[in-house]
């Protein structure tokens, strides 16, 4: 079965600290993909940072880096030096292939608020 | 900058009117997904083309919606009659295919049409 986890509704970061979003996943794909969104209150959905079941370094991207611990089965998202506009929601997602072709799973999503 | 455009952004309609979303890809992109996020159920996706195929539409309720692919440019979702429960936002996200393996390494969305039936 094909599953993803985010156990933290919401989390407070105060500015300038890092904060580490949890996301666990659970396939039998050997070849999957991991990605994460920004959904500000504006509703817009982000597309923040991606990594590959087979890739060997951890992705970054700016600020976000995936802490991808594959034995784990855990993708999580570091966000380092908080801003205030990094308060939204964030969702980790999963594409596996199904029948030949590509599916996402998508967490509940962590709700992120930046205090200054 | 390329994105995925959506029309419209905000939809107000009574219950069993006929809804048309349109979505235009980001040029190139050969997959297109349309989904439905609402508070209770989160993200859920109804349709996914491929090469303007449909390939999975089994997240969609068959009596009352459809999804199309006219042409590489415009990709539709239609609800005939509405109902209230259908109130929601709807995204389209379009992504590459590359690979012999065929996967997805980017997946971006648009804005998203939030549709209110009352």
């Known amino acids: 079965a094909q599953k993803i986890t985010q156990t933290q509704p919401g989390m407070f970061v105060q500015e300038k600290e890092a904060v580490t979003l949890d996301c666990t996943y659970d396939?039998?794909?050997?070849?999957?993909?991991l990605f994460w969104y920004k959904q500000p209150s504006s509703g817009e959905m982000i597309f923040l940072i991606y990594?590959?079941?087979?890739?060997?370094q951890n992705a970054t991207e700016g600020r976000y880096s995936l802490n991808f611990q594959k034995a784990r089965k855990s993708a999580n998202l570091v966000i380092s030096a908080s801003q205030l506009g990094d308060s939204a929601m964030y969702f980790c997602?999963?594409?596996?292939?199904?029948?030949?072709?590509?599916?996402?799973?998508f967490g509940s999503g962590t709700k992120l608020n930046v205090k200054p | 900058d390329a994105r995925v455009t959506q029309t419209p952004r905000h939809k107000v309609t009574e219950m069993g009117q006929e809804v048309t979303m349109r979505c235009q890809p980001i040029?190139?992109?050969?997959?297109v997904f349309w989904y439905r996020q609402t508070m209770m159920q989160g993200l859920e996706l109804l349709a996914y083309?491929?090469?303007?195929?449909?390939?999975?539409d089994s997240g969609m309720p068959k009596d009352r919606f459809s999804a199309e692919m006219p042409d590489a440019t415009l990709a539709t979702l239609k609800i005939q009659p509405s109902e209230p429960r259908d109130s929601a936002v709807y995204f389209c996200?379009?992504?590459?295919?590359?690979?012999?393996?065929?996967?997805?390494?980017?997946?971006?969305f648009g804005p998203g049409t939030r549709l209110t039936v009352t």
């Open positions: 996200a379009s992504g590459l295919v590359r690979g012999a393996e065929g996967a997805l390494y980017e997946q971006y």
């Open positions: 396939t039998s794909d050997p070849s999957y993909g």
């Open positions: 990594q590959g079941s087979y890739d060997q």
């Open positions: 997602a999963m594409r596996v292939k199904e029948y030949n072709f590509n599916k996402f799973y």
């Open positions: 040029l190139g992109h050969n997959t």
């Open positions: 083309f491929r090469n303007r195929a449909p390939l999975d």
